[in-house]
């Protein structure tokens, strides 16, 4: 064998038996009134914006998984276990000056070097979620949508304390292009007049009068007639 396998061949052992004596306790260290997110959010919606685009703007996610649901968040509590339990076993490890100290170093590499603690479900997070989820209606044309999430809880005899979150999006009503206007500094030349007329002319906008509003139009629009006006010579323009 090895000296490296040799030399780290106990520690390892342990972190193999705790992590299968904790498999099933991701909920173990949770506080009375905490539960575990189960599953990512998800989301439903009057199907009038892609459901892909309204589940990016949700930043709460459960644990990561590797080999196994929730894989860094076991490690997590296989550590903090390791570091808090008072068993017979860890007194033992304990004693020896050599295996007490492997011990510590893997119970705290669990927990702050691999490890992931538990996502708990958290309402200033979600509420977070909905303001996102609101400002991706309002950038599509929907300017006052009803957004809100429930949150269904878990307690049995196979999952304890988790939960799982859905968001309800109802779009409401779409907001259009009714009139497009450009305004800029009537006292300019004639010539700098000219040249801003033409990038501002409306048989070449994007805006479109009767087309739903959105934001990423007329944040393109936005760049063409910067373009136009810089292919003219005004680099230095930002509209």
Same mark, same amino acid.
């Given at each position: 064998?090895?000296?490296? %396998?040799?030399?780290?061949?106990?520690?390892?052992?342990?972190?193999?038996?705790? *992590?299968?004596?904790?498999?099933? @306790?991701?909920?173990?260290?949770?506080?009375?009134?905490?539960? =575990?997110?189960?599953?990512?959010? +998800?989301?439903?919606?009057?199907?009038?914006?892609?459901?892909?685009?309204? #589940?990016?703007? %949700?930043? +709460?996610?459960?644990?990561?998984?590797?080999?196994?649901?929730?894989?860094?968040?076991?490690?997590?509590?296989?550590?903090?276990?390791? /570091?808090?339990?008072?068993?017979?076993?860890?007194?033992? &490890?304990?004693? %020896?000056?050599?295996?007490?100290? /492997?011990?510590?170093?893997?119970?705290?590499?669990?927990?702050?070097?691999?490890?992931?603690?538990?996502?708990? &479900?958290?309402?200033?997070?979600?509420?977070?979620? &909905?303001?996102? =989820?609101?400002? &991706?209606?309002?950038?599509?044309?929907? $300017?006052?949508?009803?957004?809100?999430?429930?949150?269904?809880?878990?307690?049995?005899?196979?999952?304890?304390?988790?939960?799982?979150?859905?968001?309800?999006?109802?779009? @409401?009503? /779409?907001?259009?292009?009714?009139?497009?206007?450009?305004?800029?500094?009537?006292?300019?030349?004639?010539? %700098? =007049?000219?040249? $801003? #007329?033409?990038?501002?002319?409306?048989?070449?906008? *994007?805006?479109?009068?009767?087309? *739903?509003?959105?934001?990423?139009?007329?944040?393109?629009?936005?760049?063409?007639? /910067?373009?136009?006006?810089?292919?003219?010579?005004? $680099?230095?323009?930002?509209?």
């Amino acid at each position: 064998m090895p000296a490296i %396998i040799r030399k780290y061949s106990f520690c390892l052992w342990i972190l193999a038996l705790l *992590l299968g004596l904790s498999s099933c @306790q991701t909920t173990r260290f949770l506080g009375p009134d905490e539960y =575990l997110l189960k599953t990512n959010p +998800t989301v439903t919606s009057s199907k009038k914006i892609p459901k892909e685009q309204l #589940q990016q703007a %949700i930043k +709460t996610e459960t644990n990561r998984r590797m080999l196994w649901p929730k894989t860094y968040l076991h490690m997590y509590n296989t550590g903090k276990g390791m /570091a808090t339990d008072s068993t017979l076993f860890k007194r033992i &490890v304990r004693k %020896i000056p050599a295996t007490r100290t /492997a011990y510590d170093k893997t119970a705290n590499w669990l927990q702050t070097g691999i490890g992931e603690p538990p996502v708990i &479900v958290d309402t200033t997070q979600l509420n977070e979620d &909905v303001a996102n =989820l609101r400002n &991706v209606c309002f950038s599509n044309g929907y $300017f006052y949508p009803n957004i809100s999430y429930t949150i269904d809880t878990i307690d049995n005899w196979y999952h304890k304390q988790k939960a799982k979150v859905t968001f309800q999006v109802e779009e @409401q009503q /779409a907001y259009v292009i009714q009139q497009t206007a450009y305004t800029w500094d009537s006292t300019a030349s004639p010539e %700098i =007049l000219a040249d $801003f #007329q033409a990038a501002f002319d409306t048989s070449s906008s *994007l805006l479109v009068k009767g087309a *739903l509003y959105n934001h990423t139009l007329f944040n393109k629009e936005r760049s063409r007639v /910067a373009l136009a006006l810089r292919n003219k010579g005004y $680099f230095t323009f930002s509209p």
